[in-house]
C-alpha cells in the first residue's frame, strides 16, 4: 500500500475501507465549495458511496493502474490526491486533486503534488505527468504553475459540469524538467 511522509505532520496514504467515514464527512463538510468543481460531489450521498469509490481505486491500484491517496495533516484527512490512470505504454499519467475546506490556504496541496510528481518520475520512472483544471478554477491551476509545470494549452468543452461545459487548461511536467527543476 502507498504511503509517502512529507513531514512530521503531512503525508499520503492510500484509501482504505477504514478511511470511509472521515471521507464521507470531508467531503459533505466542504460539498458546497467542492461542488462548484466536482460534479460527483453530488453523488455522494451515504457512507456507501464512499466505500464504493474506496473499493474502485483499489481496484485500481491492485491492477496497476493508479491510486487514490488522503492527504493527511495532523492525524486528520484533508482531502484527496492520486493518479487518475497510468498509461504504461507511453510512461505518462495524470493527477487530479482536492481539499476540505478547512485545509485550504495551509500549502498542502502544493506540497501533496510535488511528492506525487517526484513519486511518478522517479519511482515510478514515468515520463510526463500531466494535470487539468478547469480554466476558471484559479485555485486548482496556481498549484501546478507554482511547480513550473508547462501550460500546453486549452482543451474547448472537456468536462460537462451540471449543465454546461467547462473549457480545462493542460499542464504538463516531463521528467527532464523536474529533473532540472528547482523545487524537486
Known amino acids: 500500500m502507498f504511503t509517502y511522509h512529507m513531514d512530521d505532520k503531512t503525508m499520503l496514504k492510500m484509501l482504505d475501507l477504514r478511511d470511509s467515514e472521515r471521507l464521507f464527512d ?31 481505486t483499489m481496484k485500481q491500484y491492485s491492477e496497476n493502474n493508479g491510486f487514490q491517496a488522503g492527504i493527511w495533516y495532523e492525524g486528520n484527512l484533508a482531502g484527496v490526491i492520486g ?5 504504461w505504454n507511453n510512461k505518462s499519467t495524470s493527477i487530479g486533486y482536492w481539499l476540505g475546506n ?8 502544493t506540497k501533496s503534488v510535488k511528492a506525487l510528481v517526484d513519486y511518478a518520475l522517479k519511482d515510478l520512472q514515468l515520463n510526463r505527468v500531466e494535470i487539468r483544471a478547469a480554466v476558471e478554477n484559479k485555485k ?5 504553475e507554482r511547480l513550473g509545470f508547462t501550460e500546453e494549452g486549452c482543451v474547448r468543452q472537456s468536462e460537462w459540469l451540471y449543465d454546461h461545459f467547462v473549457d480545462h487548461v493542460v499542464y504538463g511536467m516531463l521528467r527532464s524538467e523536474w529533473e532540472n527543476s528547482k523545487l524537486k
Do not use: C
Open 26 to 56: 470531508l467531503m459533505i463538510g466542504s460539498k458546497e465549495t467542492l461542488r462548484e468543481w466536482l460534479p460527483f460531489i453530488d453523488f455522494t450521498k451515504t457512507v456507501s458511496d464512499t466505500q464504493n469509490f474506496i473499493q474502485s
Open 83 to 87: 493518479f487518475h490512470k497510468i498509461d
Open 102 to 109: 478547512d485545509y485550504v490556504g495551509l500549502g498542502l496541496m
Open 140 to 144: 486548482s491551476r496556481a498549484v501546478p
